[in-house]
């Protein structure tokens, strides 16, 4: 059985905070980032309110998406504003693209 893995960004409506994570079903997380239904609390993407997809990478292995998502989130906010400007020029919503 083949999986891909992802590694995101999300943003708010107002693109004022990011939020990157890595999943093996981005179809079943983003929707998840609004409540963390297991902590039964809202997550740090619900309540910045980054359900906004921006950005993604897609990997064969786990171990490359964890190491992409380690260095994303190092990475400064202007580093970050470039790699989604260059993926997505507009910052748009990608959200349908995935589903």
Known sequence: MHHSYFVYITTNKY????YIGM???IQRRLPQHVFD???AK???AGKYG???????????F????????????????????????SFNTEWETLNNQVF
């Open 62 to 85: 786990p171990r490359q998406a964890i190491h992409r998502e380690k260095e994303l989130k190092k990475w400064r906010r202007e580093k970050k504003n470039e790699l989604i400007t």
């Open 37 to 39: 239904s297991e902590n």
């Open 42 to 44: 809202m997550s740090f």
């Open 23 to 25: 999943t093996n079903n």
């Open 50 to 60: 980054c359900i906004y997809l921006v950005y993604y990478e897609i990997f064969e």
């Open 15 to 18: 693109r004022t905070t990011l």
